[in-house]
């Protein structure tokens, strides 16, 4: 049965850190973020494949760093320097396949395995 299980959510002041992990039962080929701010869209985050490249939205760079454990099957996402827009549910989602294109990686509907979502406020 396939199950993604976030954690690490929570309330921050502006500047500060968190750090997501996703536990995921099921064989993925990559997997990573995504996160929904009130009245917003559903946005990508980032990516890591199996052979653990990377792919970040452009205004995460430098303060998102996502990571994996092959042997533990978790991924994490550590996030400094965090600013109120930052604030959302973030959702962590997998698909056992790569994708085609760059801009595939962007849209929500590639990605068939979703977690509850964990909530992330950044205060000013």
């Known amino acids: 049965q396939v199950q993604l299980v976030e954690s690490g959510g929570g309330s921050v002041q502006a500047g500060g850190s968190l750090r997501l992990s996703c536990a995921i039962s099921?064989?993925?080929?990559?997997m990573g973020w995504f996160r929904q701010a009130p009245g917003k869209e559903r946005e990508f985050v980032a990516t890591i494949s199996r052979g653990g490249n990377t792919l970040y939205r452009d205004s995460v760079k430098g303060r998102f760093t996502i990571s994996r454990d092959g042997t533990k099957n978790t991924i994490d996402l550590q996030m400094d320097s965090l600013a109120p827009e930052d604030t959302a549910v973030y959702y962590c989602?997998?698909?056992?396949?790569?994708?085609?294109?760059?801009?595939?990686?962007?849209?929500?509907?590639?990605?068939?395995?979703w977690g509850q979502g964990t909530q992330v406020t950044v205060s000013s």
């Open positions: 099921g064989n993925f080929y990559l």
């Open positions: 989602v997998a698909r056992p396949t790569t994708l085609a294109s760059m801009r595939a990686y962007f849209h929500a509907g590639n990605y068939a395995a």
